[in-house]
């Protein structure tokens, strides 16, 4: 019997080298010099979507990704494998899961198994275990419901080697067509293993003391939240609430399609966990489609969000990386050598709002050491479209923007980054509407996809202080805003057809105000 993990090995090594593109070679340099990233994680080559057991162990990051590395189009999934030191430069390695008999490698988790329960360390080595969903093609192609289960993986050296448990899957597929992306963790309370399991539209809840025998707890979904698309890619954890000693349960739970921006998102539920049932506030019982509106991220272009497994935090946050694109025109954004990559790290705790909590979303410290201040002034006033910076001044392509924005009835900022080839992006603060905003559909970028360029994305203020902090961070084709300290997050992707030259801001309706306003270069 051929041994397909091993007789793929040197294919994909082929394919890997030789970047699998039709694209010349001019083509492919202009393309890394206009969009390739400077600080956020793309491969190589070919395609990546999911971030995928993600892991921190002896001071190394690990981030695994759902791969196809024999193109640049979704197609049988591996596990690509990458590390660093400081979420900001990675390293590439090997790919760490191939496809096997039950099938390809969709999502899934790994966790830092410390006290052995799985029985997989030996001579005092701890097992790193990974918990993944096998995705059997044919079977699906064969009109089979049972096509998706749940298999595990041991490593011994950190997390770069694998080997496969025997007796796969740890948990059959009862006769339910979407059955994936198991995200485990160690519950401290209860002293086991529970996993949350994205099934259809609800996610279900199963637990273990071995990593290897799985029983049902329960399920939560049915009347709650966004149904408008499939549930993928949940996790249950434990926040700190900021400001006080309480800590809140946090259930997210990814979406396709049902964005509040359109197409994939993140949506997330706040209540408690008592060892078996996830039991949600008040606030999110009966919260059906329109009347949710909780999201991780409001922006198009930050889906599958997961944290770090392992990773001390002094104040109990976490850590969370998305994939940078969206199910409605991932295949179709214009690069070749690579397609997708990942958002910027950051860190989510919950904040007091009301009679319920937000999540709070900002990037790591590992952010601001990498920061070099460029100009700084305690008051800009801004009466009309003002140039703040151009491409000599500052390097447009890998910088921060911050500040606060003072407010008035009806005042708007709007920040305009543009070219001499008619690239125009905008984004900031409508006053009017009381609402953030993105829009990029005035640059002038090969028409791949009607939703990419139509309208403008929103989202609606919800704190009430007379001031907007600010961050705005842009690399090179990622434009990431976080509003009001991290309350409310835009995320989106950009593509101008060559270099934005002019940072410009301006105020509608009345003149305004910026309070400590900051422009900043980032550094490698």
């Not at 403008?456 to 961070?473: D, E, G, L, M, V």
């Amino acid at each position: 019997m051929i041994n397909y993990e091993k007789s793929i090995v040197g294919v994909t090594i082929g394919w890997l080298l030789i970047g699998c593109t039709t694209s010349s070679p001019d083509t492919m340099q202009k393309e890394e010099k206009l969009y390739r990233p400077h600080f956020h994680f793309t491969p190589q080559t070919q395609w990546l979507n999911d971030p995928n057991g993600m892991f921190y162990f002896e001071g190394t990051y690990h981030l695994y990704f759902q791969y196809h590395p024999f193109s640049n189009v979704w197609g049988p999934m591996h596990w690509g494998h990458a590390t660093s030191k400081d979420l900001l430069h990675w390293k590439e390695h090997p790919i760490a899961l191939f496809p096997d008999a039950l099938g390809t490698i969709f999502s899934g988790s790994i966790v830092v198994d410390h006290q052995n329960t799985s029985g997989f360390g030996k001579e005092g080595q701890i097992p790193i275990v990974a918990i993944y969903t096998n995705h059997d093609q044919k079977g699906e192609d064969a009109c089979s419901n049972t096509f998706q289960t749940q298999s595990i993986a041991y490593s011994l050296d950190q997390g770069f080697h694998w080997v496969k448990y025997d007796q796969n899957p740890v948990i059959p597929n009862p006769g339910i067509t979407d059955f994936r992306d198991p995200k485990v963790s160690w519950d401290l309370s209860s002293q086991q293993w529970i996993m949350a399991l994205a099934v259809n539209s609800e996610v279900f809840f199963y637990h273990s003391s071995d990593l290897k025998q799985w029983s049902y707890l329960s399920r939560f979904g049915k009347g709650i939240g966004n149904h408008e698309g499939v549930w993928e890619c949940p996790e249950l954890m434990e926040l700190p609430v900021a400001g006080t000693k309480e800590k809140k349960w946090v259930l997210l739970v990814s979406i396709n399609p049902g964005g509040p921006n359109g197409g994939s998102a993140t949506q997330y539920f706040i209540g408690d966990w008592n060892g078996k049932e996830f039991i949600p506030d008040s606030e999110f019982v009966n919260s059906m489609g329109q009347k949710h509106d909780f999201w991780l991220d409001f922006g198009t272009d930050n889906y599958a969000s997961v944290s770090f497994n392992n990773l001390p935090h002094p104040r109990g946050k976490k850590v969370v990386i998305g994939w940078q694109s969206n199910w409605e025109y991932a295949r179709k954004v214009p690069t070749q050598k690579w397609k997708n990559g990942m958002t910027l790290p950051r860190e989510i705790d919950l904040l007091p709002a009301g009679t319920t909590y937000r999540m709070r979303s900002l990037p790591t410290p590992f952010w601001k050491t990498h920061l070099v201040d460029k100009k700084i002034t305690e008051s800009l006033a801004v009466d009309s479209k003002t140039i703040l910076a151009s491409i000599e001044d500052l390097a447009l392509d890998r910088m921060q923007i911050s500040g606060e924005m003072t407010l008035s009835k009806y005042k708007s900022y709007v920040f305009q980054m543009d070219n001499s080839q008619g690239d125009k992006l905008f984004f900031g603060y409508d006053g009017k509407k009381q609402e953030f905003f993105i829009d990029r559909s005035q640059l002038q970028i090969p028409n791949f996809n009607a939703a990419f360029s139509a309208g403008k994305q929103t989202a609606a203020r919800n704190a009430i202080t007379s001031t907007i902090p600010f961050q705005i961070i842009i690399d090179k084709t990622s434009l990431e805003l976080f509003f009001d300290g991290g309350q409310t997050v835009l995320t989106a992707l950009y593509f101008p057809s060559a270099p934005l030259e002019h940072l410009r801001l301006f105020a509608a309706q009345n003149s305004g105000e910026i309070k400590y306003f900051k422009l900043s270069e980032f550094i490698h």
